[in-house]
């Protein structure tokens, strides 16, 4: 499945985005969505994971900050960022999966300045 990323770019500490994930290219809608994020130097990190049926998973570092939502009828998979801090900045990228197929997007650099 493809995965089209949209929403990253730089913003104050303190300040929010929102980032987009829509999937296209199969007949089999993700039964899950989620992000990831990967700091230079660090490994990849789970930030918010999304069933498709609603429930939704959160790293602890995130959690009262972000937001994970998605719309089935789009395939699109939504994270709102607020309260954003420095440590935050990384590259995110989106994941979707399902019984047939595990894929990633090319990701999106998220930037926050103190």
């Known amino acids: 499945v493809q995965l089209v990323e949209s929403g990253g770019g730089l913003v104050q500490a303190g300040g929010s985005l929102r980032l987009s994930c829509a999937a296209s290219?199969?007949?089999?809608?993700?039964?899950?969505m989620g992000w990831f994020r990967q700091a230079p130097g660090e490994q990849r990190e789970l930030v918010a994971t999304?069933?498709?049926?609603?429930?939704?998973n959160y790293a602890d570092s995130v959690k009262g900050r972000f937001t994970i939502s998605r719309d089935n009828a789009k395939n699109t998979v939504y994270l709102q960022m607020n309260s954003l801090k420095p440590e935050d900045t990384a590259v995110y990228y989106c994941?979707?999966?399902?019984?047939?197929?595990?894929?990633w997007g090319q990701g999106t650099q998220v930037t926050v300045s103190s």
């Open positions: 290219g199969s007949i089999f809608s993700p039964n899950e």
């Open positions: 994941n979707a999966r399902s019984s047939f197929y595990n894929d």
């Open positions: 999304i069933f498709i049926g609603g429930r939704a």
